[in-house]
């Protein structure tokens, strides 16, 4: 009897410690009610403005989900995605955890990572381009609402160094191609950036001056666009691409297709960006 008793009182204690070990392996398995899912984005310092509204409004969509934006410049994030990708220990970024998705500024990273296949090659996603937009100064009445207009005056444009800058090279071509050049001649301001053409701007050395819509964005309380520079000019497009150890290829899509919708899109016009066409 007494034997019997140890018996079933060890029973117990195994069916207890059975019940505790399903217990403890369920809580690894189910996520914890309330738990965030952490979605990194390794970009260019360039793109932080864009970036913020789409996560924010993104987060809102998905309170489940963290977006966090890593920025760093070009080289640096190339190096910093390579060290990852060959690294012995695992795919993790920095030490830490994976990256999910890559933003560079300009599309030429995101073709050299497809090279290497660092990012998948199919997951690229156009989702904006800078565009050159025409400034003058908020408190300014009359102001020329066209580069033809300014063109047909007698005041200064300010313009960035086109051997220095890519916008001086992307101003000089759109003028060229709208052939105001010529009516310009000798009414360039020439700056050494585009800070320099907005402080040549609201400084009155210049009447009105080219910069990119985002740039013009974060000046808007000085600053207004008068018109948007739609042609004469290549572009630099922005996409974003999956990289390819993203731990979360169903989450990483979403985003991707979030960028694109009519909602993501409205986000990057007024971030001051153009919209690259999507194919559907």
Do not use: W
């Not at 398995?29 to 390794?42: C, D, K, Q």
């Amino acid at each position: 009897m007494r034997s019997l008793m140890k018996n079933i009182a060890c029973g117990l204690r195994a069916v207890k410690v059975a019940a505790g070990l399903l217990l403890f392996m369920l809580a690894i398995v189910r996520p914890v009610a309330g738990a965030t899912e952490a979605l990194v984005i390794a970009a260019s310092p360039s793109l932080q403005g864009v970036l913020e509204r789409l996560s924010n409004q993104f987060e809102a969509s998905h309170p489940d989900v963290r977006v966090k934006l890593y920025f760093d410049s070009g080289l640096d994030l190339r190096r910093t995605i390579a060290g990852m990708e060959n690294s012995m220990v695992g795919q993790y970024f920095i030490g830490t955890g994976p990256i999910h998705l890559v933003a560079p500024g300009g599309d030429e990273l995101i073709a050299r990572l497809q090279q290497k296949y660092y990012v998948l090659p199919d997951a690229k996603r156009p989702y904006a381009f800078d565009q050159l937009v025409l400034v003058v100064p908020e408190s300014l009445v009359e102001a020329p609402d066209s580069l033809e207009a300014l063109s047909r005056g007698t005041g200064r444009l300010a313009v960035a160094d086109p051997v220095q800058t890519r916008l001086g090279q992307q101003v000089r071509d759109a003028l060229r191609t709208l052939g105001l050049d010529t009516a310009l001649k000798g009414r360039l301001d020439v700056a050494t950036d585009s800070n320099g053409v907005v402080d040549h701007v609201l400084s009155g050395q210049a009447e009105a001056g080219i910069v990119y819509g985002h740039e013009a964005v974060r000046k808007q309380e000085r600053l207004r666009v008068s018109a948007i520079i739609g042609k004469g000019y290549t572009p630099t497009v922005h996409s974003m691409a999956m990289e390819r150890y993203c731990p979360n290829r169903r989450l990483c899509d979403e985003f991707l297709a979030y960028i694109q919708s009519a909602e993501g899109q409205d986000i990057v016009r007024q971030a001051g960006y153009g919209v690259p066409a999507v194919r559907r």
